[in-house]
């Protein structure tokens, strides 16, 4: 391990157009010992000797995508998800993918702590690419609210995420998630929610199987779209009532993206992410007359029948209604699936999609015109590392950034196909989509550990990255509001106080510094 990292330290890729969220220019990058050193033309750097080039010409040189949600070797509904930290990270590489941030998720009643200590437990002796871990808020007490404290403040977490579904499970009430926005708001995090109303669906499910529908169909009958959008509804408004900035996870509907995108029209500090599986199929496989090939497809939330789903989230992506991608990576094989044979409320929810996302997306967005190449880098990067406070290490390439860099060959095509994927599971939701868009190497922390369909990985070479509270992106707007609404109430403040800083301040800074440290 220890010579291949030697022999990758300095690394020279030339020729390339880098693509960066605002702007796009011809350019070589240098990089060392993991961080970029220099972007610009025709660099030369010394000594000669001991130098890696990569040849880039008439491709894009993008920053490694960032998968915001993924569930690896996750145990849930009787079975535990096929893909591990090893094979889920390894398959990231080969699609382009150099970060991922999974969820750690603790039992109602268990602590926050060890949940994050073991999944990392998990994660840290496995992981080929760097990874993050959001924490799971399953239910509430001021145990709860001290754990989350400590968290954010020694453990470098910076999101919570609540269920309003799986009732019984891991679902919280209204009461809870107002006492968990209102704490993510005061510790400086990114509150995020699966969005579907837990109670309709246990009712649903119910009314399907005394009706005799017992198949995959049924998982999408119980809970259509509208469960999805409430939902939405209230999550936003609840948040909004605490002025807490709200991210909300797999939108897999265009009445739940509609709520998003009206909401943000209205100001509210809120983010929508929609997953490979949303933006590349649809839910008509729930009627597919194989058994197994319909229940490859169940995820909660559902596919949604309606065909013209992926197209419509798609634009919304595109137009920065929605903002980040993700993947909700949770692989279940065939056999595993067959747990909910008889009674669709047990087959396990999950499809892949952390290797085939960057593809997906550039065919479906970006090759189909919906989108540019900097917007493409902005929903699959950029965004998500600022959302989350990692941006400018991540989802950038300038100097002084991770070396976490993608050379993507635009014009080039591949199948997507289980028979070639590196994904541990039997069956791939996108089984023969021809992708333009392929990733021709893959460059994690200044390493190549992927290139022209070949590994040089070694499990337990990815990072945790810790990420700090208060994102500027996210917060510095919250920030503003509080501070015109504490001015509001107190006339003794005069207009001219008004500031980005502190109540006690008198000057108004926006240094990033000073926002950051706040």
């Known amino acids: 391990m220890a010579h291949q990292n030697l022999a990758q330290q300095r690394l020279l890729i030339k020729g390339g157009k880098v693509v960066n969220d605002d702007h796009s220019v011809v350019a070589d990058v240098y990089v060392e010992d993991g961080v970029v050193r220099q972007v610009g033309p025709n660099l030369n750097p010394e000594p000669p000797t001991g130098l890696v080039v990569l040849d880039a010409t008439n491709k894009l040189v993008i920053p490694g995508g960032i998968d915001t949600h993924t569930h690896m070797q996750f145990p849930f509904m009787g079975s535990r998800s096929k893909d591990d930290f090893y094979t889920g990270t390894k398959a990231a590489i080969a699609g382009g993918t150099t970060m991922i941030i999974d969820f750690a998720i603790p039992q109602k009643g268990c602590s926050l702590t060890e949940a994050f ?106 809970r259509p779209e509208e469960v999805e959008a409430e939902a939405t509804q209230r999550a ?28 943000r029209r209205e100001g509210k500090v809120v983010y929508g992410e929609p997953i490979a ?5 649809d839910g008509t496989n729930y009627w597919n007359k194989d058994w197994a090939h319909a229940a490859a497809y169940v995820m ?62 550039w065919e479906k967005g970006v090759y189909s015109g919906k989108m540019d190449e900097n917007r493409f880098v902005a929903v699959t990067s950029t965004n998500a590392a600022k959302i989350f406070n990692l941006y400018p290490k991540k989802g950038r390439i300038a100097v002084g950034s991770d070396a976490d860099i993608v050379i993507w060959d635009p014009k080039a ?37 992927y290139e022209g369909g070949a590994f040089n990985v070694t499990a337990g070479e990815g990072k945790y990255v810790s990420r700090p509270p208060f994102p500027p992106y996210v917060y510095k707007r919250v920030r503003q509001r509080e501070q015109i609404k504490a001015n509001e109430n107190d006339p003794a403040v005069p207009i001219k106080a008004v500031h980005s800083g502190s109540n006690n301040q008198s000057t108004i800074n926006f240094s990033r510094t000073n926002m950051e440290q706040k």
């Not at 939108?251 to 509609?258: D, G, I, L, P, T």
């Not at 095509?413 to 023969?432: D, L, M, P, V």
């Open 117 to 222: 200590d073991t999944w990392k437990s998990w994660a840290d002796p496995k992981v080929c690419c760097d990874y993050a871990l959001h924490v799971a808020v399953t239910w509430w007490s001021n145990k709860v609210k001290e754990e989350m404290k400590s968290l954010v403040q020694n453990k470098g977490v910076n999101s919570f995420k609540m269920f309003m579904a799986y009732k019984d499970l891991y679902m919280v009430n209204d009461e809870e998630l107002y006492a968990a926005f209102s704490c993510c708001k005061e510790l400086g995090a990114v509150a995020q929610v699966h969005a579907e109303n837990g109670e309709l669906i246990a009712q649903g499910a119910k009314k399907m199987l005394a009706m005799g529908i017992t198949g995959p169909e049924g998982h999408e009958l119980c």
């Open 236 to 263: 936003i408004t609840i948040a909004n009532a605490v002025n807490c900035p709200l991210f909300v996870v797999h939108v897999m509907s265009k009445s739940a993206a509609r709520v998003i995108s009206n909401a």
């Open 277 to 281: 599986a949303s933006l590349g199929t």
């Open 300 to 361: 909660g939330p559902p596919l949604r029948p309606d065909p013209s789903t992926p197209g419509f989230l798609m634009n919304l992506l595109a137009n920065d209604d929605l903002s980040v991608t993700g993947t909700d990576n949770c692989t279940f094989d065939i056999c595993q699936k067959a747990l909910g044979k008889d009674d669709f409320t047990k087959i396990p929810n999950g499809v892949n999609g952390v290797e085939d996302r960057m593809s997906v997306i």
């Open 413 to 449: 095509t591949r199948t997507i196909s289980a028979k070639t994927h590196h994904q541990a599971n039997n069956f791939n939701i996108f089984e023969g989509m021809v992708c333009h868009g392929v990733p021709v190497a893959t460059i994690s922390r200044g390493k190549v550990v």
